[in-house]
């Protein structure tokens, strides 16, 4: 059964301390590692998609990168806009897209 | 381009009524999904669609219908509620073998 696994739960930063998220991942035919951000009371909002291993994208202050078991996202000097639960996704085929449970992350000024 | 836009944002039901969440997008997006999302569980699959006419069940199907006559709309259906069914609710559309795009949600309570 496939499995994503995301680590922290919760995360408090202060302003411009970097930091990184961690998901683990298990599935068959991996075809894309994907993360989001969701802010409170909204859908999640796309970020990244990975394909293989070693690929890396990056967006202001966000770098993902992507191993044989796991991604991380990369938070670089944070703000407290950066503050929101961050999901991984894994699919390994067209509908079948594993949730893990999400990081909060919050961003103390 | 409005996305992907479900209705309506809240809504109280008593249990044993029925209701249908509205999703709709103006992407041209062959593949749309329904998921529910709660606390420490993640987002967790009900039911989706490849195209107009075809419809399959995800992860957690049970108490919920699906039809999808076009390929713009694709409305959840609860046909007897539960408390169990308390949750958030989220449409999503994509191309396929892509990323998703999300709708704002719906927040339903059964009392």
């Known amino acids: 059964e496939d499995q994503v696994t995301q680590s922290p739960e919760a995360l408090r930063l202060q302003e411009g301390e970097s930091s990184s998220l961690n998901c683990s991942y298990t599935?068959?035919?991996?075809?894309?590692l994907f993360w989001y951000r969701q802010d409170p009371g909204k859908g999640p909002e796309f970020l990244f998609t990975?394909?293989?291993a070693g690929e890396e994208k990056e967006k202001e202050r966000l770098k993902a990168t992507l191993t044989k078991k796991e991604s991380f996202l990369h938070i670089t000097a944070p703000k407290p806009e950066d503050s929101a639960t961050y999901l991984c996704?894994?699919?390994?085929?067209?509908?079948?897209?594993?949730f893990g449970t999400g990081t909060k992350l919050q961003v103390i000024p | 381009n409005a996305g992907v836009t479900q209705t309506p944002k809240f809504q109280v039901l008593k249990t044993g009524q029925s209701m249908t969440l509205q999703c709709a997008q103006d992407?041209?997006?062959?593949?749309m999904s329904w998921y529910r999302q709660d606390p420490g569980m993640g987002l967790r699959l009900i039911h989706y669609?490849?195209?107009?006419?075809?419809?399959d069940q995800g992860e957690v199907p049970n108490g919920y219908n699906v039809s999808r006559s076009t390929t713009e709309d694709f409305p959840l259906r609860l046909l007897s509620a539960a408390p169990s069914q308390t949750s958030v609710y989220f449409c999503?559309?994509?191309?396929?073998?892509?990323?998703?795009?999300f709708g704002q949600g719906t927040r339903l309570t059964v009392v």
């Open positions: 992407m041209n997006h062959e593949y």
């Open positions: 996704a894994a699919t390994g085929g067209y509908q079948k897209v594993t």
């Open positions: 990975l394909y293989s």
């Open positions: 599935v068959s035919g991996l075809r894309g």
């Open positions: 999503a559309s994509r191309p396929a073998g892509t990323e998703a795009f």
């Open positions: 669609s490849v195209g107009a006419g075809i419809t």
